[in-house]
């Protein structure tokens, strides 16, 4: 009978059902008998929690609670021979944004592990596709350092590619070329706040993990998980540094903005300064009052010009002088 369709991958890490995908009771059975077997749930589809209460009954009811929990944060717990981990890996579903992460939730022991997903996560798929091939791990730690490295790995890779766009707005801001730019510093810095929200705890997770006493974490186990610690806090320091870096880019954006509006005030200040005085010669001499002087001269007019632009000189000239214009402005 094959398992109920929430059951979306299981396997038997080791002994003769390793690469076969397990019908429902052989699976129950490998996940109460010593040999180590993975099964892996999804956690929207209705049953699942029926499932794991009756015939999961054996874990610690603290367990069977994270396990199902809606709302999770990374983290780890140990509960007797066992831990509860719940880790979060990058949002590569169609349609969502990467740093939306998804949530892994895993109880392991020595002899079995049991995973829940509300969404798909890559990092399980892949997994699941190593373990068909019989290329999979072969026991509880080295699955759980498998599964790290895969989540830490992309993760790692997001943290660059978001690093590499920070450089090359950099550049845009500095070269003047920040037409939209805008747009995509506000965005960068949303995509920050939303991975780095999960990046801290899931650093002390793993450290957590590397300190933990559980009989399958053997000496090579921790040596590897430590080192995809250390990892993730070089990724949360990246991120920081990232976040600070965009908040630079926004202000230096604000302030070439206030630069560019000061500039053009500017000119519009110069222009009026040098036509209110036309506008009151224009505007005096263009009263209809009897006794206005140059009626009856035919030049007249010219001579008006005349003195126009040379009132527009001497105002250019003391301008000039007063370093308003010209001159380094």
């Avoid at 450290?207 to 933990?212: F, N, P, T």
Wanted: net charge negative.
């Amino acid at each position: 009978m094959p398992p109920p369709s929430f059951v979306l991958f299981a396997h038997a890490l080791s002994g003769p059902e390793r690469g076969n995908v397990l019908t429902e009771r052989s699976l129950l059975s490998a996940l109460r008998d010593d040999v180590p077997a993975w099964v892996h749930l999804d956690g929207k589809q209705s049953g699942a929690d029926e499932w794991i209460a009756r015939h999961l009954d054996y874990l610690d009811p603290q367990a069977i609670e994270a396990l199902l929990d809606v709302d999770t944060r990374p983290r780890m717990t140990v509960l007797g021979d066992g831990m509860i981990l719940i880790l979060r890996g990058m949002n590569f579903n169609a349609g969502e944004d990467p740093e939306d992460m998804v949530s892994v939730r895993m109880w392991i022991d020595a002899h079995r592990i049991v995973t829940i997903s509300r969404k798909r996560v890559m990092a399980i798929e892949r997994m699941n596709e190593a373990m068909t091939t019989g290329e999979g791990p072969a026991d509880a730690g080295a699955f759980l350092v498998k599964l790290v490295e895969d989540l830490t790995f992309n993760i790692a890779n997001f943290q660059k590619d978001l690093d590499t766009r920070a450089v090359e707005m950099e550049h845009q801001v500095i070269s003047g070329s920040s037409e939209g730019l805008r747009k995509q510093v506000v965005d960068m810095r949303l995509k920050i706040i939303a991975a780095r929200r999960f990046l801290g705890p899931q650093r002390d997770a793993l450290s957590a993990v590397g300190l933990a006493r559980l009989d399958f974490l053997d000496p090579p186990t921790h040596r590897e998980i430590q080192e995809e610690q250390l990892k993730m806090i070089r990724v949360v320091e990246d991120m920081d540094e990232l976040r600070d870096q965009a908040m630079i880019l926004r202000e230096e954006l604000s302030g070439q903005l206030s630069d560019r509006l000061n500039r053009n005030m500017f000119v519009l200040s110069i222009l009026s300064a040098i036509f209110l005085p036309l506008g009151f010669l224009t505007g005096l001499f263009g009263v209809n009052v009897g006794g206005l002087p140059g009626l009856e001269d035919r030049n007249a007019f010219l001579w008006l010009c005349l003195a126009m632009g040379a009132l527009v000189l001497l105002q250019l000239l003391l301008l000039w002088r007063l370093r308003w214009i010209g001159r380094g402005g």
